[in-house]
Structure formats: C-alpha cells, structure tokens
C-alpha cells in the first residue's frame, strides 16, 4: 500500500486527470497524469473490469504495479497527480521489466529524471 500522502483518493481528481491531463503509453501500461499541487506527487491504479475480468487478477496487477512504484517514489518529481492503468498482458513480465517499464514511462512523462 502507498502511503495516504501518495495515493489518489477523490473521484473528482481522477475525472479532472482523465479529462485534462497528458497520458503515456507502452504495450504493458499508460498513465495519465496532470500536475495538481504543489505536494507529493497523487497515484490512483485502475484495472478495468472489461479488460481484466476476474477481481483476483485485478488486484494482482494493482498490486504488483504499486510495489514496482514504491521502489521509485523518492525519486519521484512533487506536485502531479497520476493514473497507472496496467494491461492484462503484464502479469506475465518479471518484476525487472516491470521496473524498467514503469521507469521508462515515468521519464517520458517527465515525472522521474533520468
């Protein structure tokens, strides 16, 4: 679990990221982000149900990416709110890809310095 401070809680941020906000994407992952405050940086993980239908892989893949994610968050720029929306097709990806994918997007979007 993230710490309460890094996690995205309210509807409204996510409708505001997903309106506004720039996305992200790889074979693996997109993330839509938006800069909000100037505060940590917000992480909200959404799995759809049409693309994943069983709730257990679902939170699999939850779990998974915010694991790769708390690896990093240090590193992490301040003042963004972000939105990581995994693929079925990762939970196949040993965690070092995952890493590096997560990195790779991350720096994309100019939230992690390279």
């Known amino acids: 679990m993230l710490p309460r401070a890094s996690r995205l809680l309210n ?3 996510f409708q ?3 309106k506004h906000g720039k996305r992200v994407m790889t074979p693996h992952l997109r993330i839509f982000y938006l800069p909000l405050a100037p505060t940590a940086s917000r992480f909200g ?3 759809p149900g049409r693309e994943v239908k069983n709730i257990v892989e679902r939170n ?3 779990r998974l990416w915010r694991a790769e994610l708390r690896r990093i968050l240090p590193q992490l720029r301040e003042g963004y709110g972000v939105i990581v929306l995994p693929s079925r097709k990762s939970l196949t990806l040993p ?4 890493q590096a994918e997560l990195a790779r997007v991350l720096q994309a979007a100019g939230l992690l310095p390279r």
């Open 95 to 98: 965690p070092a890809a995952r």
């Open 45 to 47: 993980f959404v799995v």
């Open 60 to 62: 699999r893949l939850k």
């Open 16 to 18: 505001k990221i997903y």
């Open 11 to 13: 509807d409204r941020d």
